[in-house]
């Protein structure tokens, strides 16, 4: 009877936002039926990546080189995680979608980008048990935002791909800049080296486990690199890196 009454209240309230804020597509703003949807348009705008991309960052190609290809930044410069892959282009078309998620409160979205994380992810995790465990935010920051967009990805994802999922395995020990409000690739990689530790209490469950990092966006990688890094010298026997988002220099499919 409570769970039947507690069910028509939260339809009613539903109904209610819906009257008082009319669902609108995220990426066109035409009205569409839920909160948590997208309209065809708004599909059709979405760059959802798949191959050919780099084996090791999953930067997509233009071209397709073949398999295990890697991308000119990964030959250079190689990133401490083993795998990354994203599922959605981060452009225009998707800015606000990432954006509204990540600083806005529509964390409705988390349900339907760990749909699409779960398909991004599935080759990183077939074969394997891995752990999904978000990039936490520092302290100061998850207090102002309320949430860790990361932490809300990561279980949905997990739940779809099957995989176990661990809320806290990382801990932000330092403060760190916001990364986009530096310029150089060099500032990036200066402002995360050192910014991530095993928590105590949860260092027998990185020791030779397979872990998969989930982040929002994924601009240089140096965020992931430096969290991979912390949990590689933790003794973890692999560390790949599953994103909302990531920046393609140059547009879709640009090398
Ligand atoms: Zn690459």
């Not at 892959?85 to 078309?93: F, G, N, P, Q, S």
């Not at 806005?104 to 080759?123: K, S």
């Not at 394997?128 to 949430?147: E, G």
């Not at 990185?206 to 912390?230: F, N």
């Amino acid at each position: 009877m409570a769970a039947a009454i507690s069910g028509v209240l939260r339809g009613a309230g539903r109904r209610m936002v819906d009257f008082l804020m009319p669902p609108a597509c995220p990426v066109t703003g035409e009205r569409i039926e839920a909160h948590t949807g997208l309209s065809a348009a708004g599909w059709g705008a979405i760059h959802f990546i798949d191959e050919p991309f780099c084996d090791h960052c999953g930067a997509p190609f233009a071209v397709d080189y073949g398999k295990g290809v890697l991308c000119p930044s990964c030959i250079a410069a190689p990133p401490a995680f083993d795998r990354a892959r994203a599922a959605i282009v981060y452009d225009d078309a998707s800015r606000s979608l990432v954006t509204g998620f990540k600083h806005n409160d529509r964390t409705e979205r988390a349900e339907i980008f760990g749909a699409w994380l779960a398909r991004a992810g599935r080759a990183l995790t077939q074969g394997s048990s891995p752990v999904l465990t978000p990039v936490p935010l520092h302290w100061r920051k998850r207090l102002d935002r309320r949430y860790n967009q990361a932490a809300l990805l990561c279980e949905p994802a997990a739940a779809r791909l099957g995989a176990r999922y661990e809320s806290d395995l990382l801990v932000r020990v330092r403060a760190t800049r916001q990364q986009h409000s530096l310029s150089s690739h060099q500032a990036r990689w200066e402002n995360v080296a050192g910014a991530f530790a095993v928590r105590g209490s949860r260092a027998q469950r990185v020791a030779d486990a397979h872990i998969v990092l989930v982040d929002d966006v994924l601009t240089t990688g140096a965020t992931l690199s430096a969290a991979a890094k912390t949990l590689k010298r933790a003794g973890a026997a692999r560390v790949d890196a599953l994103v909302l988002a990531r920046v393609v220099k140059g547009g879709v499919g640009a090398i």
